[in-house]
Nanobody, 119 residues
Framework: QVQLVESGGGLVQPGGSLRLSCAASGSIFSVYTMGWYRQAPGKQRELVAT???????NYSDSVKGRFTISRDNTKNTVSLQVNSLQPEDTAVYYC?????????????WGQGTQVTVSS
């Protein structure tokens, strides 16, 4: 059984910062791409950032220069440093990982962590 557990969300004022973290646990052979997505009320889930096992990163245009994704391959964790937050960044942020276990290669999601940007 594989689990992705996120932490670090919360309420922050505009211009503030947060650090989101996600840990993958369970029977894992390899972890490939990890990433963060978000879903605002009434909107579809959208890509925020991804990072490959080789540390190549990809960001959505809306967060470039403000958000930084990183990972620790020894701990199967991925983090997202979010700076200069704006009200439009308010959403549930979901961790995602493509990984291989004994059953094959699968795409896993965390339960989500709420980020609210408001004064």
């Amino acid at each position: 059984q594989v689990q992705l557990v996120e932490s670090g969300g919360g309420l922050v004022q505009p211009g503030g910062s947060l650090r989101l973290s996600c840990a993958a646990s369970g029977s894992i052979f390899s972890v490939y791409t990890m990433g963060w997505y978000r879903q605002a009320p009434g909107k579809q889930r959208e890509l925020v950032a991804t990072i490959s096992a080789g540390y190549s990163t990809n960001y959505s245009d809306s967060v470039k220069g403000r958000f930084t994704i990183s990972r620790d391959n020894t701990k199967n964790t991925v983090s997202l440093q979010v700076n200069s937050l704006q009200p439009e960044d308010t959403a549930v942020y979901y961790c995602n990982a493509v990984l291989r276990n004994r059953g094959g290669e699968y795409n896993y999601w965390g339960q989500g962590t709420q980020v609210t940007v408001s004064s």
